[in-house]
């Protein structure tokens, strides 16, 4: 079964428009986090948001929120007010494992969201 | 800018040859990791060092070997490269974020090496 699960290949959203990128996971570990990253057409990986499997309340940095759902093993990347710049690969991944210098990180393949002006 | 880098940032080579990656990871991150991101299997976790030792292996070929050394920079090391071994390779350096219910890592990118094997 695969880990990580993005099921949209491509995106389009209007500019100022809230867009959902879905992202669905698989683990039996009780310690997990859930990270999303921004792969521009430059090529570098830039982080946006994290989620611990403890944590109460939705991860939100600045316009990106993740809708955490626990019991449905979902964790999708909200962008409010989406910009032109925001037109990129969007990677959902997950770390599982204990810390204290031991994790094993599974990246989902990605999905491309073009932003419309 | 993440505060990883990593050299070359490009490196075109024949098939059959070896290369050597360079990371250094942030200051004060103990973890590396590499990452090689093809077109046909996506971001593919190779390795993983922390203070030195070797923590983790993902899908990491026998002709690839990784070390970290005292410094804690990273080299990754492929040999008899392949045509197919053409991608782009990410090191990631990570810090520990102490919260409820245990510690937990994110993981900063450097810019990647692209490899071209011709």
């Known amino acids: 079964a695969q880990k990580i699960t993005q099921t949209q290949p491509g995106m389009f959203v209007q500019e100022k428009e809230a867009v959902t990128l879905d992202c669905t996971y698989d683990?039996?570990?009780?310690?997990?986090?859930l990270f999303w990253y921004k792969q521009p057409s430059s090529g570098e990986m830039i982080f946006l948001i994290y989620?611990?499997?403890?944590?109460?309340q939705n991860a939100t940095e600045g316009r990106y929120s993740l809708n955490f759902q626990k019991a449905r093993k979902s964790a999708n990347l909200v962008i409010s007010a989406s910009q032109l710049g925001d037109s990129a690969m969007y990677f959902c991944a997950m770390r599982e494992g204990l810390s204290g210098g031991y994790q094993k990180v599974t990246f989902g393949i990605g999905t491309k969201l073009q932003v419309i002006p | 800018d993440s505060g990883v880098t990593q050299t070359p940032k490009h490196l075109i080579t024949a098939t059959g040859q070896r290369v050597t990656l360079r990371c250094s990871p942030r200051s004060g991150d103990l973890s590396v990791y590499w990452y090689q991101q093809s077109l046909d299997q996506g971001l593919q976790f190779l390795i993983q060092y922390y203070n030195g030792e070797e923590r983790a292996k993902g899908n990491i070929l026998e002709r690839f070997s990784a070390q970290q050394f005292p410094d804690l920079h990273s080299e990754l090391n492929l040999s008899s490269l392949e045509l197919g071994d053409s991608a782009l390779y990410f090191c990631?350096?990570?810090?520990?974020?102490?919260?409820?219910?245990?510690?937990?890592?994110?993981?900063?990118f450097g810019p990647g090496t692209r490899l071209l094997v011709l």
């Open positions: 989620q611990g499997s403890y944590d109460q």
């Open positions: 990631a350096s990570s810090v520990p974020l102490l919260v409820s219910g245990g510690a937990q890592e994110t993981q900063y």
């Open positions: 683990t039996s570990d009780p310690s997990y986090g």
